[in-house]
């Protein structure tokens, strides 16, 4: 029905920077929202960031100032640029997307398979 594809993840040094990527496709009408959430291990899946359909940003405390949430509504892209990363970023981070697609009545979510993020020098 619906493939988010993540990519950007890897290993920065502290202080450095990434750029994490997501494509939406398959059976899509529209999407409200996107953004990209993360989990570090051993705790809860946590909100980075969320941005509407009319480029409404929502960021996590920890994440303002130094990330930026992107997307393409032409093309079903959201973007995280990461700046001045930390070791505490060091996670897991899913795109996510809510969204109406073909042959349900009511609006879904739907998650990316995770990208690694890793801030260690």
């Known amino acids: 029905q619906v493939q988010l594809v993540e990519s950007g993840g890897g ?20 999407i ?49 640029q990461m700046n001045s990363l930390k070791p505490e970023d060091t996670a897991v981070y899913y795109c996510y997307a809510r969204l109406w697609i073909v042959g349900r009545s009511t609006i879904v979510d739907y998650w990316g398979q995770g990208t690694q993020v890793t801030v260690s020098s």
């Open 11 to 30: 290993l920065v040094q502290p202080g450095g920077s990434l750029r994490l990527s997501c494509a939406a496709s398959g059976s899509i009408i529209s």
């Open 32 to 80: 409200n929202t996107m953004g990209w959430y993360r989990q570090a291990p051993g705790k809860e899946r946590e909100l980075v960031a969320f941005i509407t359909s009319g480029g409404t940003t929502t960021y996590k405390d920890s994440a303002k100032g130094r990330f930026t949430i992107s997307r393409d509504n032409a093309k079903n892209t959201v973007s995280l």
